[in-house]
């Protein structure tokens, strides 16, 4: 069963009306840890691909973090 990136966004959507309903502080910086940890955690069945997508997906968001410190 194949789920296209559309779904997949409307969860991420989902996901941060849910958050702000439970005004929830999270930020930037959880979401870097958040990844970075469960990256950890899960590094021994992330094939190379997925670790190098993951990555970069780690790195734009730290770089977006740099920029909006900088503003």
Request: glycine share 8%; aromatic share 4%.
């Amino acid at each position: 069963m194949s789920v296209d990136s559309h779904q997949i966004i409307d969860c991420f959507q989902q996901s941060a009306e849910l958050l702000d309903l439970q005004r929830s502080k999270e930020n930037l910086d959880d979401a870097i840890s958040l990844l970075a940890g469960w990256m950890e955690m899960s590094s021994h069945s992330l094939s190379e691909d997925d670790l190098a997508v993951l990555t970069r997906i780690g790195g734009i968001l730290y770089r977006d973090g740099l920029m909006r410190r900088g503003a």
